[in-house]
């Protein structure tokens, strides 16, 4: 990274802080309705940060849902292009009563910002504008031509992103996708990630009675739907932690000894991942590495369960109608609506005596897995090695950008994973945070991988 | 009754109702600490009714929680002493979109009056009141003697009465202890309860991770608070509907089939009943009829259970926390207190790996059973054939007043249950209400008890 960068890094620090803090102000919750005009906000914030960083054709460009952002510099003929990708929606932040501060109040301590959105996706999305940027306003010119498509519905698995990227396929044709939003697997262990889960959601609603009973006067004699519910959710798993749905492993292509040996060699301890989360012992599909299991298994799990009464004390009451939610991580080829398809099979099977049950689709993704002989993510590896000082691992992930796989099934080219969050930066939970370390080293290498791409 | 009260009670009807609806408005829910000052007024409500009604020494006493509300009328040295027991509380309205009107504007419909409360208690509390003043005000005098002592915190199980009713002993002394806040039978089938269940109540708390993680990141490998307590709840039961919960059932006094026959004779259709609760099967303890279940068998029921996501759509969270509430109904002679031993023994040794749990316990009431050829029970029957023109059942009540058993123990006095209610009047439910034909002829049977237990 030449002088002139790196005094236009150190010069804009405290403005680059502020920057991201207006970002993060922004609630743009993209699951919930109430958050509409905060999208609205959140893309307009995209688009003028793109059109300070002097990129070309920035619009807004409608989709049935939020906005995409769109944003060029195409001017190195003979270059590669890049297309990258980000989000500037973010998760919900329940329960709120566990964030030290307001989680749309960016607040800095001990070397990290916290905010909801900070890590996934704003920061990282935020560290792709301000690396052009210097690169445009220091040296005028960009060794390489970029896109940016900058999505509002990641976080509730993109509905929309496919009609439009094939819709816009030649708007968006590009050499290389390149997408920040993935973690490394520690401070100094940045990861190229070649693999990741895919993704199916739905919701069963249990109706028992017409409506909620006196547990008093009814109590023994008519079905309870919250008694129906843990039934049919506890008959999901086994007792050895596997998904006990009928054929849910079926077309799952086994990891071969060679994948297991890579896997193995990850920086991972046991012991340390466990008192970390403060957990009193770790639980997962027997047969299975801590390190498998959340890289390269399919999960099934519940994310909310509701139903009943919820307030101070208790409450005598027989529930009508209880609730789960629950998304299923996949791994190569496992096909998200055949799994729907069997869990669905299993509700149905497993709906206890007196009650009834509906389930209701989400969104879905297809698992992802690349190569990672590439020369596009050979070049990050390198850019990697400049920016932190020692030599990316190659790992799969456990998360699901179900858009990923679109991308590469519509555009046809080479994905590159190149993330820089931690893996205990709180995504999707309380407290969500981002080094300022890895901000700062995440520049230069994005500077470099920018810098030297052409000669790939 | 004689013509005066008769009019008295037409010229009043309207003005009852719109002081019953002042009544009904104020929301004075005693489980949510936001309602503090409606209890007040509901108490201060209670105070005026009565001293409008000619009572005497109308006192708010206090307790270390909502005071009770005492007032009296001794003339009639030589006749027996009627303590009337009552609440001003009521349960929570959640869920409110369940209810097609606000839960504390009253309104009229069918002939029944709408609102939280309307059956439980307060309606029921406020035809006594009008019974005694109907008394007071056409005949200047009341043949018995009265007592009333109406209390806050029934529905968060009378936490402080038993303290209150101990220390206040000699002024609550009296011949028989009149309850209505239990239900009929059906519109035409009035009942004396002679028994009522005991209950025991508890939260589970379990705790996974030290925050909620992303179910990408660590899905698969780390505990999900949720399958633990999904897995934990389905164990405290089995199968046939039956509570799993060890040596739950030893100290059950086996039904008589004298007690069997007795109850089978009660009017109780299973197809009507799973019809008008709008069920698709009736499901509860194998070995024992839909009355019994629900009369004279213990339970343990799930009141509610909540954990993860709540919101719209979905949030690929792996949970931290989850919760349970639970409350037992208790037979003779099950001990309260020892379930609640027995359960957490249950939750201590069904606790899945790699989450910890915790049990809070909440309050308990012993069950109740009395004699029911004693001469203040048959003059009570007598009094509803004079009211409703039918003989009463002789039946036993699921429902729970654990003060029953308080006063049974400290006063030494029979307790007459005289309920008003009816059972599909949604009591803790969403459009509870009360029949205003039962209203009347209430009024009509409590005059007449009043009237006549100087025979006794």
Same mark, same amino acid.
């Given at each position: ?32 309705s ?10 307009n914030?995209? @688009? ?5 960083a ?5 619009a ?5 849902g939020n906005?995409?952002?769109?944003a ?11 297309l ?15 964030w030290d501060n307001?989680?749309?109040e960016?607040?800095? !301590?001990?070397?990290k910002?916290?905010a ?11 560290m ?5 940027? @210097?690169?445009?306003?220091?040296t005028?010119?960009?060794p390489?031509?970029?896109?940016f ?7 509730i698995g ?7 990227v ?18 490394? *697997?520690?401070p100094d262990a940045?990861?190229?990630c070649?693999g *990741?889960?895919?993704? !199916? ?6 109706q028992? @009675? ?15 739907a ?9 008959s ?6 596997a998904?006990a ?10 990891l ?5 040996? @890579? ?5 991972h301890?046991?012991a ?29 799990e ?6 009943g ?8 009451v ?7 939610k629950i998304?299923c991580?996949?791994?190569n080829?496992?096909?998200p609506?055949?799994i729907?398809?069997?869990i669905?099979?299993?509700v149905?099977m497993?709906t206890?005596?007196?009650v009834?049950?509906?389930?209701t ?24 090695e400049?920016?932190f000082?020692?030599?990316p691992?190659y ?8 858009i ?6 519509i ?29 700062d ?10 810098e030297?791409?052409?000669t790939?």
């Amino acid at each position: 990274m030449n002088e002139h960068i790196k005094q236009h890094f150190s010069k804009e620090k405290i403005h680059h802080l502020e920057q991201l803090s207006s970002l993060l102000r922004i609630a743009s919750i993209s699951a919930l309705s109430a958050h509409k005009e905060d999208m609205t906000n959140a893309a307009n914030w995209m @688009a003028d940060a793109l059109t300070e960083a002097c990129l070309e054709h920035v619009a807004l460009m409608p989709t049935k849902g939020n906005p995409v952002v769109y944003a060029d510099y195409l001017h190195a003929p003979e270059k590669p292009t890049i297309l990258v990708y980000g989000h500037y929606d973010v998760q919900p932040v329940d329960p709120l009563e566990l964030w030290d501060n307001d989680p749309f109040e960016p607040t800095i !301590c001990d070397g990290k910002i916290y905010a909801r959105g900070a890590s996934d996706d704003k920061g990282q999305v935020f560290m792709h504008i301000k690396a052009i940027e @210097a690169l445009l306003k220091t040296t005028k010119q960009l060794p390489v031509n970029v896109k940016f498509c900058i999505e509002g519905e990641e976080e509730i698995g993109s509905p929309h992103l496919p009609e439009f990227v094939d819709k816009q396929k030649d708007l968006l044709a590009a050499d290389i996708l390149l997408i920040s939003d993935t973690t490394m *697997l520690g401070p100094d262990a940045p990861a190229i990630c070649y693999g *990741l889960r895919g993704l !199916c959601a739905l919701q069963i609603d249990v109706q028992a @009675a017409k409506s909620d009973l006196h547990s008093g006067l009814y109590g023994g004699a008519v079905p309870n739907a919250l008694h129906a519910l843990v039934e049919l959710l506890a008959s999901l798993h086994t007792a050895d932690g596997a998904v006990a749905v009928k054929s849910f492993y079926d077309d799952v292509i086994p990891l071969t000894s060679n994948e297991r040996e @890579a896997l193995a060699v990850l920086p991972h301890n046991d012991a340390k991942y466990q008192k970390q989360l403060e957990l009193p012992a770790l639980f997962g599909e027997s047969g299975y590495s801590t390190v498998e299991r959340y890289m390269a298994r399919p999960t099934l799990e519940l994310n909310g369960v509701y139903g009943g009464f919820q307030g101070e004390g208790t409450k005598t009451v027989i529930p009508a109608r209880a609730h789960a939610k629950i998304t299923c991580r996949l791994v190569n080829n496992q096909d998200p609506i055949h799994i729907l398809d069997l869990i669905e099979e299993h509700v149905r099977m497993h709906t206890p005596v007196g009650v009834t049950t509906k389930v209701t689709r989400y969104d879905t993704g297809r698992p992802f897995v690349t190569r990672f002989d590439s020369p596009a993510i050979q070049s990050a590896a390198t850019a990697y090695e400049v920016g932190f000082g020692v030599k990316p691992f190659y790992m799969r992930m456990g998360g699901s950008i179900p858009i990923v796989e679109v991308f590469d099934r519509i555009l046809h080219i080479p994905v590159v994973l190149m993330g820089f969050g931690l893996p205990d930066e709180n995504f999707h939970a309380p407290n969500e945070h981002f080094s300022l370390e890895n901000f700062d080293k995440g520049l230069r290498t994005l500077v470099y991988y920018y810098e030297h791409l052409e000669t790939v």
